[in-house]
């Protein structure tokens, strides 16, 4: 036999009576849950619910927001999609981090060889996303744009 190796906790591995039984609650509420779209497990080729070890870690945090906390399932709902979004925005702003990283080290770079035009360049964006290069000390076109500028101080000295 193979050593152990991890389960992958979005992995659908459970049938519905035994995710309910990790999560302590009768199966039917497993069902309405997934009917508001509190936990939304996938689904087999017949249609049958699968549950992964992350959707049973869910079902408990839904059990105790309404137990312990007395929210609502609308509450919840809306709690739970506030959560995703979070985390979703935490990983964009990773790769932004990565990328302005990765800029920063392609400047220093530049700066330390000699420099030239592109050294420590400014970039600024306008409340539609589009974003412009501009020479250190220029301001964007527009100033009553919303633009924003990246900077970093002192990238130039």
């Known amino acids: 036999m193979p ?47 699968r549950y992964s070890a992350r959707d049973v870690a869910q079902l408990r945090e839904v059990q105790r927001l309404s137990q312990e906390e007395g ?10 999609e506030l959560q995703d979004e979070v985390t979703q925005l935490q990983s964009q702003l990773g790769s932004v981090r990565e990328a302005i990283a990765a800029m920063g080290g392609r400047a220093s770079g ?15 964006a306008d409340s ?10 220029q301001r964007p076109a527009r100033p ?4 924003v500028v990246l900077w970093r101080p002192g990238g130039g000295r």
């Open 128 to 137: 539609a996303g589009r974003v412009s290069t501009l020479r250190r000390g």
């Open 3 to 49: 050593p152990f190796q991890q389960i992958d906790e979005r992995a659908p591995v459970f049938v519905i009576s035994v995710a309910a039984e990790l999560a302590g609650m009768h199966p039917q509420t497993l069902r309405q849950y997934d009917r508001l779209g509190l936990v939304s497990p996938q689904r087999t080729s017949g249609r049958g619910r």
């Open 71 to 80: 929210i609502n399932l609308a509450g919840i709902k809306r709690i739970l």
């Open 144 to 147: 009553d744009s919303g633009a």
């Open 110 to 124: 530049a700066r330390s060889s000699g420099g030239g035009e592109n050294s420590g360049r400014v970039f600024a």
